[in-house]
């Protein structure tokens, strides 16, 4: 017999962006917000370092989830939290769809999906995506034993509306349907305003986007109290304390600056609007994003030249080998700035 | 079919000991350090509370692997970082013991990994105690998958030396025997000087303990490369970014400061044995402690009863409903007054 278990010896791992360590890069690549965190959440935080580190967390972060249920409109029943939203995803593979075959997803959505199908023994069927990308709701009006769906989509930046989501949600009752929201304030339309009315429906979010705070990892996911108190089994039985001190007063913190958060997302919005009008006009793909990134195509060259040009300019953005997507490019949108520097460079490539 | 997975049915969680909000108690139920963390933590960690907030944290923290290894007379790539030793020790469990039986254990240890092996489906095999609570390391030396020893042992406070340990590494090559060292630096022996002779010998440490950090969640295991490797494979498919910015930078500074951590882990030694002489002259059983704890036993009162009347007084201690220690109490060392506050309650119970 081995020294590792037969899961750890045949798993191949999630591959996140590139993090470069000298900061010389325009970083496209990670759906990072170019914006910093909200400048109160910089000061809770300075308060809250101090003497009290010595002392575990509160491991129900009961006060992070009062605030985030009061944004939500929910009660705190409904409310779980985890070390970023890939923490959150991991826990509900385990709760809702471990060891079960026929969980429907999308071909191409989020690479970490199929990794947790194989670390945990979930056999998807994946559904391709429609020619131009979109998901064709009624593929997941068949059998199954669970559904996940990022929504906006990645790394498409195509979004469904809450209707049609509803649609999916209707149509399984009594299967888990998980709606992976990392992207959705950008644009699109949470399905969080369902959560009262299909106690099926999981919803998964994150601060690192639109919050500014991928450095601080915290992530939600909202639902009926009996899919939450499933998942506090599961996160209760791994490790009590995910989320430290410090990021339950940060994200309280980001959470409570509704203004901040109003004024920079719809400053991603208009910037990634004006960077999709200039790549159509330079003869680009661009689909419809309803995220802060976009997935572009170049008619004519290359994606992985265009990926490598760009990188000895010194400009990171994110390409994938592999089928269907691999003549496009994803793009975070930057500031401003980064986005002209961005299109600059293009045009000269 | 039900809505969850077959194991989040019927999971059984850890339960950690009591967090209350409201700070009028004397907290001596959770191992936690009576002293706030190095002031140089605290100044390390507001310095890089910022803007960079707004990027993911380095998924590898190689900065902290490398001062850790330093720390060690190690190499980076014989360090794993994770979320608390918590998360390291799930890791672990699911690295090496994942789906396999026989697995050994101490039938009276840290009561999170019969938890594990439910979640990880790991038959174990419990070795019982000697009436002393010692470990009998021949018992370690038969037909089995794997080991996993906590040294010193919790709750029970006892340790093996290094000799004793390595016996038991020794006889088991190839098959991982893990030393949960959580509380190793309160005067134990430690198994790191061992990694670089048997490459089935994984050690975890956590920073909770002997450097004030509980609320920071850093906790590490020291190996063999192929077996840091393997655990790097699992944690890349649950979450690339467990440990975040503020973490990492904490945790760093802890470990620099050398004098800081000896001053401090210095006196909880004086304080324990001061208190342990106090307790034995009340008429106490006390076992011989190398933690930051102590396990005790009241010749003629019951535990529970101790437990409850200490928690009327604002004093919290850790009792176990469990066979063979159900007459015991768990306390953790605090300050000097606060355990002197401790005796004072008990000589009035």
Chains 1, 2 share one sequence.
Request: charged share 25%; glycine share 6%; with cysteine.
């Amino acid at each position: 017999m081995s020294l590792f278990s037969e899961k750890a010896e045949s798993l191949i791992p999630y591959v996140p962006g590139e993090q470069p360590k000298d900061g010389v890069y325009i970083k496209l690549n990670t759906n990072e917000n170019p914006y910093p965190p909200s400048p109160t959440v910089i000061e809770a935080i300075k308060t809250a370092v101090g003497d009290k580190l010595r002392l575990y967390p509160d491991p129900e972060c009961s006060e992070l989830k009062k605030v985030y249920a009061d944004y939500m409109g929910l009660s705190e029943e409904n409310i779980f939290v985890g070390n970023g939203s890939d923490e959150v995803l991991s826990i509900a593979f385990q709760t809702f769809f471990m060891g079960k075959k026929d969980v429907l997803m999308p071909d191409i959505s989020y690479s970490f999906y199929p990794v947790y199908c194989s670390l945990y023994d979930v056999v998807a069927l994946e559904i391709p995506l429609k020619e131009d990308f979109t998901i064709d709701t009624s593929d997941y009006i068949i059998s199954n034993n669970g559904v996940i769906i990022a929504n906006p989509n990645a790394p498409t930046s195509v979004a469904l509306s809450r209707d049609q989501i509803e649609g999916i949600v209707a149509a399984n009752r009594g299967r888990a349907v998980i709606v992976d929201e990392a992207y959705v304030d950008f644009g699109g339309e949470s399905a969080v305003p369902l959560v009262n009315r299909y106690d099926n429906l999981l919803v998964i979010s994150t601060l690192s986007k639109s919050r500014s705070l991928a450095g601080l990892r915290v992530g939600f996911a909202v639902g009926n109290k009996v899919l939450i108190e499933g998942m506090n089994r599961v996160k209760n039985s791994i490790n009590s304390y995910p989320v430290d001190l410090l990021a339950q007063v940060g994200a309280k913190a980001a959470i409570l600056d509704r203004e901040y958060f109003e004024k920079t997302r719809l400053d991603i919005i208009k910037v990634r609007d004006q960077t999709t009008e200039q790549l159509l006009k330079m003869g680009y793909d661009v689909l419809p994003s309803k995220a802060n990134f976009i997935f572009i195509k170049n008619p004519e060259k290359n994606a992985e030249y265009i990926f490598k040009k760009l990188r000895e300019k010194k400009i990171l953005v994110r390409y994938f080998k592999q089928e269907r997507i691999s003549d496009r490019l994803r793009v975070s949108i930057g500031t401003a700035e980064e986005m002209e520097a961005f299109i600059k460079a293009l045009a000269e490539i």
